[in-house]
């Protein structure tokens, strides 16, 4: 940042899988204790620095090795400096009560606050069931123990082509392209060795290793773009192939060859009621679980990136009423900053850093979309980031006045 600098400020946690994969690579095991003591050290070093806590994610490599022991002893570090617990839950899809107990318990145990990272409730299986976590973690903080969460404001999660779906044995990595897929199909039909082994790597990884389609299951991903059929549309995975007659994998290899333009998936597919349902938790803040990057740049994958808050803002608050504008801009303001130690942040006051959003609450409101995910929002006047101008009059200065913001714990 100061190198090249920065429009936004940032805060940051020390990353689990980071220090994992530093210390051990991407052992399968656990850690040995020198090991252990190693990656104390590098979590206490960065809390030291100026981190606002300790983020696992523990539903990828190789933090998926790791027990929750381990985790505990990591997260300890954190609460001498006030610091919290930030986690992508270990399997969000298939154990989802279990995930998110396990993510209040490190937290409990460690002593520290606990962050239930981009809370969802994902696929058929657990669909209408946010209420089941909505009283886990009230429960929590009625016995002390602080939980809160984060959301983003869509029913549909991470966003994948068709052909991310697919790992290829040799190479131990997803297809890159449509072509690499055929081609490593095109000895054979579906009875074929080596569809037999695409599947069986792409169903369970390679020696334990990640896949979505074990992560999340063939339930939890509906088709959101598919340009050569449309009326593929909505469509459920599952509940398609079963339509089809066809195994879920089946489907998925067919629709790859009849489809010369990529169909594009969400790989978490959520109920509307249950993201209102969540987005009125006072404990539950706004997020976008995205990233952005200048116009040279334009790996966008899901209208989040751009369209979180503007979408809180236009859609749930002015048009759909699930919120008030001031509970809103509390989740997306001072919550948060209070939360990760920012104490001069997240409110307009005397003697505060002057970052402040002025918008058009008539107008402001989301452009993105699943096919157009990268497009810029409406409504948002002027962007001042410790006192500078990074947009005026809804035109990008070009201003980098971020800093790496550091809690007053």
Not at 62 to 68: A, H, L, T, V
Not at 96 to 106: R, Y
Not at 181 to 210: M, P, T
Not at 257 to 269: D, H, I, K, S
């Amino acid at each position: 940042m100061n190198q090249y600098g920065s429009a936004l400020n940032y805060a940051f946690y020390v990353g689990h899988n980071g220090i994992r994969r530093e210390v051990m690579g991407g052992a399968q095991r656990r850690p040995t204790p020198t090991e252990l003591d190693q990656m104390r050290d590098m979590v206490r070093d960065g809390m030291e620095m100026g981190a606002v806590g300790f983020s696992t994610g523990l539903m990828y490599e190789p933090g998926m090795f790791s027990g929750i022991d381990e985790v505990v002893e990591l997260t300890k570090e954190v609460a001498p400096f006030n610091g919290v617990y930030d986690s992508h839950t270990r399997n969000p899809v298939f154990e989802m009560m279990a995930s998110e107990s396990e993510a209040i318990e490190v937290g409990r145990r460690a002593g520290v606050p606990a962050k239930l990272a981009h809370l969802k409730a994902v696929g058929l299986i657990n669909r209408g069931k946010i209420g089941d976590v909505i009283q886990l973690v009230e429960a929590s903080n009625r016995l002390g123990q602080q939980v809160v969460s984060d959301q983003y404001p869509y029913d549909g999660a991470a966003t994948a082509n068709l052909t991310d779906l697919i790992i290829l044995p040799e190479t131990g990595v997803g297809a890159a392209s449509r072509e690499a897929v055929l081609q490593a199909l095109s000895d054979g039909g579906i009875a074929s060795n080596s569809f037999a082994a695409v599947r069986e790597a792409s169903e369970k990884g390679i020696g334990g290793g990640f896949s979505w389609i074990k992560a999340v299951g063939y339930g939890s991903m509906r088709i959101v773009d598919a340009p050569d059929d449309p009326s593929l549309v909505g469509k459920n995975l599952f509940l398609l192939s079963q339509e089809r007659g066809q195994s879920p994998f089946e489907l998925v290899v067919s629709l790859i060859r009849e489809n010369e333009n990529p169909v594009l998936l969400t790989l978490g597919a959520i109920e509307e009621q249950d993201v209102r349902e969540l987005l009125v938790q006072p404990w539950n803040m706004i997020s976008s679980d995205g990233a952005y990057a200048d116009a040279i740049y334009q790996e966008f994958k899901h209208p989040r990136s751009t369209g979180s808050f503007p979408r809180v803002l236009g859609y749930y608050v002015r048009e759909e009423k699930v919120l008030t504008l001031e509970e809103a801009v509390r989740k997306m303001t001072s919550f948060p900053a209070s939360f990760l130690g920012l104490s001069d942040r997240g409110v307009l006051s005397p003697g505060f850093a002057a970052d402040i959003t002025v918008f058009d609450k008539n107008r402001i409101i989301d452009k993105s979309t699943w096919t157009d995910p990268g497009a810029y929002s409406e409504g948002v006047v002027h962007v001042i980031v410790n006192g500078k101008f990074v947009l005026r009059n809804e035109q990008v200065t070009g201003q980098t006045p971020g800093e790496w913001v550091k809690p007053n714990r």
